[in-house]
């Protein structure tokens, strides 16, 4: 075993027994690189990663290969997803050498932390164009050997790019509709008509540019999407959920692994579909997708694991796909019309099937060996969760989804923070580690304000208010606005980073400024809103010319821009008034319930005659209280 047996990290404990002298990321191994003056060798991927997997059986499960990497660098594994700030950087730097991206990252350092050359995956023996990873590090070696001026020169100006970048300033130009008008026109141009997305294969699961569109009433363009992913393939049709992305345009042949925030963010747009449609079919996927993540995912304490793995017994879909022959005896012959072809004889399931057939099929996928599940609590998606188990649990009067949804908050505030009230970044088997980053903040934040809403419980809206309050102390930049990836006190990588863009989750920036700004219309807090458009200013020249990446931003900015309505609500969430005024489709109003002390829209607002009432107020000036639901009848 190396030194990876001592964490905790699913991933990295599955490469505990390479014959790879791993070291975790830390000053152990940068500590030896400049004892010994070795380059270090840098792997960074996660467990459910697929072509992660392939690269270790190919080259860090191989003697020689292994023998030589030992030789010549100081290796090191990280779990992009314990380690999202040193990811960050150093795909920055990759992509900066490459023009791509993806997991496995390969990435080789200077002792002191600076990248010097890079790529993702590579093949034990050259293919496809690619060289031969063995050949990758003799060259790699002997080029920080003999032309160690030639690499100095290099890490120097990729460092100099990346810190360039992190420096980005906002624009002096004015945020106005006629930016959310030209990203709706430029999404709405580059929708697959056929079969819904953006673009063509592979194809992911455009989230938060779906929120946008069903926030602008564009409904054509946002429900072909949603009908098409739902279709069976990327869909899992048995099992409910979504698999990471399809691998073609008619969202059929998925990659495989299920991750936790790809479901927790689907779950928003189908609901808020079934609320402008009416449409049962969008219901039901919001329905099989919680069932799925509560079922196969959530952990002893409250929390939910982040990941399925897309292989089972080194097998891509192994257990999601299925024979002729299986299918037949699960449900009976004569459904044929369910199988679309996969590879080596099996099949993904396309098509419509009954209550009993979902049942029947399910039950004998469960006596299947079943895929490796990633079981670490990541608190940033386990924050989008939250979000949305609390939105469906109230629209769809699930008790049981709020009663997970407020043990998952108090497993976030309880064994995922800090005496100090921090947020750690993961939660494993009772060990809580790492710093939280900006976006554990702001997602955590963000389903906080939904549990109160959902649960008219003052204390979530204080606890979302502390978190994001404290997170424009940790990470704030006041020189350029924003906000960084690390905090203020964290460790110090070459670069100071800021995720801006909206894929695949919504960036920290994004989701904090959507937050500042719903807790600004609460407050009456000016210097939230001003912190909010800040980044809005970041990004002000990008979003319209490629809204499909910046989707949480446009939310954001539709807020920003929108009239203000603010919803104060005295009394039981679980009035008749309250759940009349909260049924709608209204995305620009914020909620806050009452009585509650220090919460300036509530101030001065009472019960009526003993009864719940709600205070509808645009910038604090407010209507007469409403206790009769059938005022919001329409």
């Known amino acids: 075993m190396n030194r990876l047996a001592r964490e905790?990290?699913?991933?990295?404990?599955?490469?505990?027994?390479?014959?790879?002298?791993?070291y975790p990321w830390g000053e152990e191994a940068f500590a030896r690189a400049r004892a010994e003056d070795r380059p270090l060798h840098v792997s960074i991927g996660y467990s459910a990663c697929h072509w992660c997997h392939v690269m270790e059986r190919e080259s860090f499960e191989d003697e020689a290969t292994a023998r030589l990497m030992n030789e010549l660098f100081v290796n090191v594994k990280v779990d992009r997803e314990e380690r999202p700030d040193v990811d960050a950087v150093y795909m920055e730097a990759v992509v900066a050498l490459t023009g791509r991206g993806g997991w496995p990252m390969t990435v080789f350092l200077t002792p002191e932390g600076k990248p010097f050359y890079g790529g993702t995956y590579f093949p034990p023996e050259p293919r496809h164009g690619l060289p031969a990873f063995r050949q990758v590090l003799l060259a790699v070696a002997e080029a920080y050997r003999a032309r160690r001026e030639d690499v100095a020169q290099q890490a120097?100006?990729?460092?100099?790019?990346?810190?360039?970048?992190?420096?980005t300033s906002p624009s002096s130009e004015p945020l106005t509709a006629a930016l959310l008008d030209e990203a709706e026109r430029v999404l709405r141009a580059q929708v697959d008509p056929r079969f819904g997305g953006f673009g063509r294969a592979p194809k992911f699961p455009p989230s938060s540019a779906l929120e946008f569109l069903l926030r602008r009433g564009a409904l054509e363009p946002a429900l072909a999407t949603l009908d098409g992913m739902a279709a069976g393939g990327m869909y899992d049709l048995v099992g409910g959920g979504f698999h990471r992305y399809s691998v073609d345009e008619r969202w059929l042949v998925p990659h495989f692994e299920k991750m936790l925030y790809d479901n927790a963010l689907l779950v928003p747009p189908y609901?808020?579909?079934?609320?402008?449609?009416g449409e049962e079919r969008y219901r039901a996927v919001v329905e099989e997708t919680l069932e799925y993540v509560?079922?196969?995912?959530?952990?002893?304490?409250?929390?939910?694991?982040?990941?399925?793995?897309?292989?089972?017994?080194?097998?891509?879909?192994?257990?999601?796909?299925?024979?002729?022959?299986?299918?037949?005896?699960?449900?009976?012959?004569?459904?044929?019309?369910?199988?679309?072809?996969?590879?080596?004889?099996?099949?993904?399931?396309?098509g419509t099937l009954t209550a009993e057939e979902r049942s029947a099929l399910l039950a004998a996928r469960s006596g299947r060996p079943q895929p490796a599940r990633d079981d670490k609590a990541i608190a940033s998606?386990?924050?989008?969760?939250?979000?949305?188990?609390?939105?469906a649990g109230r629209r769809l009067e699930r008790r049981d989804w709020l009663d997970a949804a407020v043990a998952l908050a108090e497993f976030l505030l309880g064994p995922l923070s800090d005496e100090r009230g921090r947020l750690h970044r993961t939660w494993r088997d009772g060990v809580a580690k790492g710093t939280g980053y900006l976006d554990d903040y702001a997602n955590v934040a963000h389903g906080l304000y939904e549990l109160h809403v959902a649960t008219g419980d003052p204390r979530w809206l204080a606890e979302a208010r502390r978190l994001a309050l404290a997170a424009v102390e940790l990470f704030g930049d006041p020189e350029r606005g924003g906000f960084?990836?690390?905090?203020?006190?964290?460790?110090?990588?070459?670069?100071?980073?800021?995720?801006?863009?909206?894929?695949?989750?919504?960036s920290g920036n994004s989701m904090l400024a959507f937050v500042l700004l719903r807790l600004a219309r609460i407050w009456g807090d000016a210097e939230l809103e001003r912190l909010a458009a800040g980044v809005l200013r970041l990004v002000r020249d990008v979003i319209a010319r490629a809204p499909s990446a910046f989707g949480w931003a446009l939310c954001a900015l539709d807020l920003y821009l929108s009239s203000s309505r603010e919803l104060a609500i005295l009394g039981s969430a679980e009035?008749?008034?309250?759940?009349?005024?909260?049924?709608?489709?209204?995305?620009?109003?914020?909620?806050?319930?009452?009585?509650?002390d220090g919460v300036p829209l509530l101030e001065g607002k009472t019960l009526v005659d003993g009864k719940p009432a709600v205070y509808v107020c645009e910038?604090?000036?407010?209507r007469a209280p409403e206790t009769d639901a059938s005022a919001f009848a329409s």
Request: hydrophobic residues 45%; proline residues 7%.
């Open 619 to 622: 910038r604090f000036a407010c």
């Open 294 to 350: 509560l079922r196969e995912l959530r952990l002893e304490g409250g929390g939910f694991a982040s990941a399925q793995d897309a292989d089972t017994e080194g097998v891509e879909g192994l257990t999601f796909t299925w024979t002729p022959e299986e299918l037949a005896d699960a449900i009976g012959p004569g459904r044929d019309d369910l199988l679309q072809p996969f590879e080596h004889g099996r099949f993904v399931l396309r």
């Open 575 to 596: 009035s008749e008034v309250a759940r009349a005024a909260l049924r709608g489709y209204d995305p620009n109003a914020v909620v806050a319930f009452g009585p509650a």
């Open 271 to 277: 609901l808020h579909a079934w609320v402008l449609t």
């Open 156 to 167: 120097e100006a990729l460092v100099g790019a990346l810190r360039r970048v992190a420096a």
């Open 8 to 22: 905790t990290s699913p991933y990295l404990l599955q490469h505990a027994d390479n014959p790879v002298d791993w």
């Open 381 to 391: 998606w386990n924050g989008l969760l939250l979000a949305a188990l609390a939105e």
């Open 484 to 506: 960084f990836l690390t905090p203020v006190d964290g460790e110090e990588l070459v670069a100071r980073q800021k995720a801006l863009d909206d894929n695949p989750t919504p």
